[in-house]
């Protein structure tokens, strides 16, 4: 049917013109309402229409076959308002965890309420008695301010099918008998709550309304209660694709049982690497969603390959999930169910359902690899080829085990077991043969009584097999849910390409501050909290996200601004005397942490006669708009209290450059204000301050066509530069992973590097372009 008639149609179901246009473009929707017209005929009874579009709105694929059903409960006006509508709805959801279940039409009646009549005066008894009694205090306080929805909401829950309009106007009617007339107070508008918080600047105003409108929010907890709308705890079958068998119904009932109908889910990585930015993502979204309905979540070792597993990433995964600020409720391991795995596989042959293939893993290669000659080799066979697998008398190489079963993306029979002759780092000596992460997953899933698979969105052409081992096995059947992967312009995840940077001697090691690894951005100083709403900002959908690294420098931007203490530091020192010095000695200042927040503490700095300003605060012929230190124009000094004028310039006598500034001093409140104040260190210690850039010179650096010589020789050569600078004796006593801003600087974080003798510090993020402190 033509675009125009089914706009015609929609309209004629009650829709206006907009609303039918908005509609044909959910296809989705636009099917259902196609078949539901096909089963009745136009004009239809008073409200009937958008009865259809609720029905057809919310209809899930498990159900479809029960449109018909629906459709004619509709039109009988048997279904005459929207509860009854999601009641039917929920009904059919509920029956379809029983396999080739059929409707009881007169349950489906009672569950819905049809016949059922609440009469008005049913409905002024139970309204007299909820404002007359529990609300008549709030009501006589509150007046026409209060929200009269959470006396429905109750009235709702005594007469559940009781008209919405008739619901509302007999509120209407008692509250006004209760409160007369409304009076000039109830017509304006209650005074807003004032903000305790600490004003929020532009920026973030901007990002906080952009997180609103978009499937983003500002924090973890506020996604996962706002934006992320998964299944409850036992509802599996009411998700779309879940397969529903003749066990499901008991299994579920039993899955229940098991976990008191708590949220449980996973974080699942394989211990062969560090974590990168784009598992912060997937933490965030297992720990967060569990978080935020009081459920549990394990950390699963994926443990399954020892070839590329290393203690040292088991220890960094760990302390990267806590550092975020996550408790998983256990830590287990894949290989703790090696033995059920294997007892599991034995079932599935027996079931005819996988067989030993000897297939070499060059001929699996590629989406078309010639089918298996051994696929339909005898069950007794294949026991007895498994059992010599495990027992190592084949060769690694010459065998794999493999299911019976067609993956999304077509490919066929997928391993479940290859042989391999070395030892794990947990159970020794005892398995030579080990599960691939496709069998395993699941069945982990399953053992662990895991309500959301929460996973990436290429594991989406694996669900599949996913449900099909569960239901092969009978077993409990989890949910699997997909998102987009995070991956980061300007950057490298891949762990093998990072080891090769390491090895290059491009990168130090894992947490050099120039990868995205989250050791490396803890070394560089983002905080875990800023890591996390940076998540949050990125939502939960099913689409890729590439981000600039800016996007989330700009979150960390935001927590440090708020939480790093200021101090003063000069990163390429230039020495002023001042000729005029106002004291006899040497003064101690005392100087807020946060100038914008005085309360939050000082701490002490020096000011004496000799100091050092940034040696760019100082230009012999400054270009026009210059607002700085120069012969012709005084600056302010930072907390001192003074303006200094250039009254000679010190050079070296052999190269001529300027060694030193001789300067006059006045102090502020007598001298004319000057255009700009800076930082400054008197007596200052020395520190080691690196300074970071982008380490690859474009936004894909492993693509071929945007970088033809590969990644290797996209290094950008100034990634990195060290700089001596002095800096006031506060920091003296600082301690790995302190965070500080150098005021006029950046925000910069103590390196691991640094000891007793020889403080380190990395340059988190620069601060926000200001040109008026320029």
């Not at 246009?21 to 078949?35: D, G, I, P, Y």
């Not at 694929?61 to 999601?86: C, H, M, S, W």
């Not at 979204?285 to 394990?298: E, Q, R, S």
């Not at 443990?303 to 409720?329: H, Q, S």
């Amino acid at each position: 049917m033509a675009g125009e008639d089914l706009i015609v149609q929609f309209q004629q179901l009650g829709m206006s013109e907009q609303k039918a246009k908005e509609t044909l473009k959910n296809a989705n929707v636009t099917k259902n309402l196609q078949l539901a017209l096909a089963e009745t005929k136009l004009p239809l009874p008073d409200g009937a229409g958008m009865l259809l579009y609720h029905m057809a709105s919310k209809l899930k694929p498990q159900i479809a076959g029960q449109l018909p059903l629906l459709v004619k409960y509709i039109v009988e006006r048997k279904l005459d308002n929207t509860q009854r509508v999601d009641a039917a709805l929920e009904y059919l959801l509920k029956l379809g965890q029983k396999k080739n279940a059929t409707v009881d039409v007169a349950e489906l009646e009672r569950e819905c309420g049809v016949g059922v009549v609440v009469t008005p005066e049913e409905i002024e008894r139970i309204v007299q008695q909820k404002i007359k009694g529990s609300y008549k205090e709030i009501l006589l306080e509150q007046r026409y301010h209060f929200n009269s929805f959470k006396i429905m909401q109750e009235v709702r829950n005594e007469l559940k099918w009781a008209d919405a309009k008739s619901l509302k106007s007999a509120i209407d009617v008692e509250i006004f008998d209760l409160l007369g007339p409304k009076t000039e107070a109830d017509l304006k508008p209650l005074p807003k709550q004032t903000d305790k918080q600490p004003k929020a600047n532009a920026k973030t105003e901007v990002k906080a309304a952009a997180a609103t409108e978009t499937d983003g929010a500002n924090t973890i907890a506020e996604l996962m209660k706002t934006k992320v709308h998964f299944h409850a705890p036992g509802e599996n079958y009411k998700t779309d694709g879940y397969v529903v068998t003749e066990h499901t119904e008991q299994l579920l009932r039993d899955h229940l049982k098991a976990t008191g109908g708590r949220v449980q889910t996973r974080f699942p990585p394989e211990p062969n690497g560090i974590l990168h930015i784009g598992h912060a993502k997937a933490i965030n979204i297992n720990f967060g969603y569990a978080a935020a309905h009081d459920g549990a979540c394990y950390l699963r070792y994926d443990d399954t390959n020892p070839e590329k597993e290393e203690e040292k990433f088991f220890i960094a995964i760990r302390e990267m999930v806590e550092w975020l600020g996550y408790k998983p409720c256990k830590i287990t391991y894949s290989s703790d169910n090696f033995q059920q795995l294997y007892d599991w596989a034995v079932v599935l042959i027996k079931k005819n359902l996988a067989y030993v293939c000897h297939q070499k893993a060059d001929e699996l290669k590629g989406f078309n690899p010639p089918p298996s000659p051994w696929r339909e080799r005898p069950i007794e066979e294949s026991l007895i080829l498994f059992e010599d697998m495990r027992r190592g008398k084949i060769d690694e190489g010459a065998a794999t085990l493999r299911l019976k079963l067609t993956l999304e993306e077509g490919k066929v029979d997928p391993v479940a077991y290859r042989i391999k002759f070395i030892a794990h780092h947990r159970t020794g000596a005892a398995w030579c043969i080990y599960p691939t992460y496709d069998y395993t997953h699941c069945l982990c899933d399953s053992i662990e009584q895991i309500t959301h698979s929460l996973c990436t969105k290429e594991f989406q052409s694996r669900r599949s097999s996913y449900y099909w081992l569960c239901n092969a096995l009978n077993i409990y059947c989890p949910v699997q849910w997909e998102y987009g992967r995070l991956n980061m312009n300007y950057a490298l995840v891949s762990k093998r390409k990072i080891a090769k940077l390491i090895t290059e001697h491009i990168v130090h090691d894992w947490d050099d501050p120039r990868l995205f690894t989250l050791t490396a951005l803890r070394r560089r100083g983002f905080p875990a909290e800023a890591i996390n709403n940076f998540c949050a900002q990125m939502g939960v959908t099913g689409a890729q996200i590439s981000v600039d690294p800016a996007m989330l420098e700009a979150a960390v931007r935001d927590v440090l601004n708020v939480s790093a203490p200021r101090r003063l530091i000069v990163l390429e020192p230039l020495k002023v005397t001042i000729s005029n010095y106002p004291h006899k000695a040497a003064v101690e200042l005392e100087v807020p942490n946060f100038p914008q927040n005085p309360e939050l503490g000082t701490h002490k700095i020096t000011l004496d006669r000799v100091l050092y300003i940034e040696r760019s605060d100082f230009k012999e012929e400054p270009e026009k708009g210059y607002r700085r230190l120069s012969p012709q124009q005084s600056v302010g000094l930072r907390h001192a209290g003074l303006v200094i004028s250039v009254e000679q310039v010190v050079r070296d006598p052999v190269t001529g450059d300027i060694v030193e500034l001789i300067c006059s001093s006045k102090s502020a409140e007598e001298a004319e204000k000057p255009k700009a104040f800076v930082q400054w260190v008197s007596q200052p210690i020395q520190l080691e301050v690196r300074l970071y850039e982008q380490l690859f010179k474009h936004k894909n650096p492993e693509d071929p066509n945007e970088v033809p010589g590969g990644f290797l020789s996209d290094i950008s050569a100034d990634s990195m530069s060290v700089l001596c600078a002095y800096a006031d004796r506060s920091l003296k006593g600082v301690k790995v992973y302190d965070k500080f801003q150098f005021e006029r600087i950046g925000f910069f974080s103590v390196d691991p590097d640094t000891n007793g003798s020889h403080i380190v510090f990395n340059r988190t993020v620069g601060l926000k372009e200001d040109a008026g402190k320029k």
